[in-house]
């Protein structure tokens, strides 16, 4: 388990091969991943750049709290979490989350659950500025339809 | 009793400063408490706290040496 917070650019790809070497090989059957990453418009602005800020410590803690339940909850090998800090243009990759599994199923829910819960408890905050020029802090988080019902399931 | 006080995001900037030392003359002070003597004002629902790092809410009694933090809802992933 491992949670990552970068403040430069970074391959999820070459994250996830690499993270895989630290791992016993030929144990698992499957991973599951989700990358995030920056559009160029939100709530119909269009956006040329953002920053991301965090809270030191407090982001690390909560991260890795979710990847312990997820651990804890679910038959799954070992999860990953790569979250950038600081400034980013649109493609480039927010948060990276790997769930490595003997099978598929437990591998997905575990996936869902992190991101879910990291979008939900851990401390980050969006600021974007527009091609405008405008600067401003994003006040919530698009809503994903679901997470409501699959967090009352939870 | 001196409680470490740090403010995130568009909280930071409506505060302006990222963090403060507030004193009181008394050992028991609640999260709702420094929150008023800070912004004379009860602590409203769209602002979160965190002491020493795990949410709370505005009835939380502080300790000495404990960090406080507020900030607006948060918006990674």
């Known amino acids: 388990m491992k949670v990552v917070i970068e403040s430069e650019g970074f391959d999820p790809y070459k994250a996830i091969v690499d993270y895989e070497k630290t791992m016993p090989q030929g144990k698992h059957g499957g991973i599951v991943t989700f990358l995030g990453t920056m559009r160029d418009f939100n709530d119909g602005e269009d956006v040329q750049s953002m920053h991301l800020d965090h809270y030191p410590g407090m982001t690390e803690k909560h991260i890795e709290r979710v990847s312990q339940e997820a651990m804890d909850r679910w038959d799954i090998m070992d999860t990953f979490v790569v979250h950038r800090v600081g400034d980013m243009v649109p493609g480039d990759p927010i948060v990276l989350i790997a769930v490595w599994a003997a099978h598929r199923a437990d591998s997905f829910d575990a996936c869902r659950y992190i991101i879910n819960y990291l979008k939900q408890d851990a401390p980050f905050w969006k600021c974007e500025i527009t091609k405008s020029g405008d600067k401003h802090w994003v006040e919530h988080n698009s809503e994903d339809p679901g997470v409501a019902q699959r967090v009352a399931n939870d | ?77």
Not at chain 2, 23 to 48: A, H, Q, R, Y
Request: glycine content about 6%; hydrophobic content about 40%.
């Open chain 2, 1 to 77: 009793m001196d409680i470490k006080v740090r403010f995130f995001a568009s909280l930071r900037d409506k505060m302006g400063r990222a963090d403060d030392k507030v004193s009181f003359d008394k050992d028991e002070v609640t999260v709702g408490e420094l929150w008023e003597k800070l912004s004379d004002s009860p602590l409203p629902d769209s602002i979160l706290v965190a002491v020493n790092m795990e949410y709370t809410d505005a009835s939380h009694c502080i300790k000495p040496g404990d960090e406080v933090a507020f900030f607006p809802p948060v918006t990674g992933g």
